[in-house]
């Protein structure tokens, strides 16, 4: 299961998937990002889906 949030850091803001355990308010870090030492803070969680449904979706198979 993954949620979508909207990240920002320092004017920039982002949009990405990551794992259902973050809240709104949270700061987290994004490792596997060019600037992994950057802290994003957490502004919007969307509903928690399923890997499968996110993937079907990337691939237009809805």
Excluded: F, H
């Excluded at 998937?17 to 060019?34: F, N, Y």
């Excluded at 919007?44 to 889906?49: D, L, S, T």
């Amino acid at each position: 299961m993954l949620v979508q949030v909207d990240l920002r850091s320092s004017g920039r803001y982002l949009t990405c998937w990551v794992e259902p355990k973050v809240r709104v308010g949270d700061q987290v870090t994004l490792k596997t990002s060019d600037e992994p030492a950057r802290r994003w803070d957490v502004l919007r969680v969307g509903e928690a889906r399923a890997t499968t449904d996110i993937k079907r979706g990337w691939n237009n198979n809805i």
